[in-house]
């Protein structure tokens, strides 16, 4: 077929803008239906750090698999992904491991409602719905570059915005838990912790990590750090009342 043979059936501007979509669908659209996909619960999403650089992981799906990535952190020597699935696994046999003395269960249900006091602090609040705002408007700006209503560079200088207000924000609830009234709830749980463990859907297996910990640390694949929140550290320290915090969440 000779070029210019023959009249184009589409014109060549809409050829171009669909591919123009199909290309930035093949860059943006695995990696947004990944991690948004319903059935896909990661964890560890929300407090899981690389301990060789201290960039965040986040969850996605690829070849079949789901995995922890770097989040925009690039020029670390440590793995880039690693599997989801037994990183999980072993956290889950880190803290299946725990037992909780009468004495210590009082201590943290003491902790508990004095964090609890505290729900109504205007700083925690307005910090929670500012980063749910900025989740949809994330979610929002990813569609548009899909459709291609976006360049790139726009998409860069959006998204940059966008994670910037995020980190403020979280900086901001760097001592409250996750959600109070997940800690309201937990505080009825204290006996069931192995059994959540056990047989809880991933749902309730994530409030429980997101309401324990502050932080988990792995390098190459092997959990190296468990920082329980202020509430829980009594717990993690065997009720013996001293900071041994450090001794016995470094693996």
Same mark, same amino acid.
């Given at each position: 077929?000779?070029?210019?043979?023959?009249?184009?059936?589409?014109?060549? &501007?809409?050829?171009?803008?669909?591919?123009?979509? /199909?290309?930035?669908?093949?860059?943006?659209?695995?990696?947004?239906?990944?991690?948004?996909?319903?059935?896909? %619960?990661?964890?560890?999403?929300?407090?899981?750090?690389? !301990?060789?650089?201290?960039?965040?992981?986040?969850?996605?799906?690829?070849?079949?698999?789901?995995?922890?990535?770097?989040?925009?952190?690039?020029?670390?020597? @440590?793995?880039?992904?690693?599997? $989801?699935?037994?990183? =999980?696994?072993?956290?889950?046999?880190?803290?299946?491991?725990?037992?909780?003395?009468?004495?210590?269960? =009082?201590?943290?249900?003491?902790?508990?409602?004095?964090?609890?006091?505290?729900?109504?602090?205007?700083?925690?609040?307005? !910090?929670?719905?500012?980063?749910?705002?900025?989740?949809?408007?994330?979610? +929002?700006?990813?569609?548009?570059?899909? &459709?291609?209503?976006?360049?790139?560079?726009?998409?860069?200088?959006?998204? @940059?915005?966008?994670? @910037?207000?995020?980190?403020? @924000?979280?900086?901001?609830?760097?001592?409250?838990? +996750?959600?109070?009234?997940?800690? =309201?709830? /937990?505080?009825?749980?204290?006996?069931?912790? !192995?059994?959540?463990?056990? &047989?809880? %859907?991933?749902?309730?297996?994530?409030?429980?990590?997101?309401?324990?910990?502050?932080?988990?640390? %792995?390098?190459?694949?092997?959990?190296?750090? /468990?920082?329980?929140? &202020?509430? !829980?550290? $009594?717990?993690?320290?065997?009720?013996?009342?001293?900071?041994?915090?450090?001794?016995? +969440? =470094?693996?």
């Amino acid at each position: 077929v000779l070029k210019g043979s023959h009249q184009p059936i589409l014109p060549m &501007e809409l050829c171009q803008q669909i591919a123009d979509q /199909l290309a930035a669908r093949q860059i943006y659209g695995p990696k947004f239906h990944g991690h948004h996909t319903p059935d896909r %619960t990661y964890l560890l999403s929300d407090i899981l750090y690389c !301990a060789q650089c201290g960039a965040k992981l986040v969850g996605g799906f690829q070849d079949g698999q789901q995995w922890y990535r770097h989040d925009g952190k690039k020029g670390c020597p @440590a793995l880039g992904m690693i599997k $989801a699935i037994p990183f =999980e696994a072993q956290v889950v046999e880190r803290l299946s491991q725990f037992s909780l003395p009468n004495q210590l269960k =009082e201590r943290i249900r003491a902790l508990a409602r004095k964090l609890l006091s505290n729900e109504a602090r205007p700083d925690w609040q307005e !910090a929670r719905v500012t980063l749910q705002r900025l989740a949809r408007k994330l979610d +929002t700006l990813k569609e548009m570059r899909i &459709e291609g209503e976006v360049d790139k560079k726009e998409y860069d200088r959006r998204k @940059a915005e966008i994670e @910037a207000q995020q980190r403020d @924000a979280q900086d901001k609830l760097r001592h409250a838990p +996750t959600d109070v009234r997940d800690l =309201e709830d /937990l505080l009825g749980k204290v006996d069931q912790i !192995a059994e959540v463990i056990r &047989e809880g %859907t991933p749902q309730q297996k994530k409030k429980l990590f997101n309401a324990l910990f502050e932080r988990i640390e %792995t390098r190459d694949g092997k959990l190296t750090l /468990l920082k329980p929140r &202020e509430w !829980a550290q $009594a717990y993690f320290n065997g009720g013996n009342g001293e900071n041994e915090n450090d001794k016995l +969440t =470094e693996l």
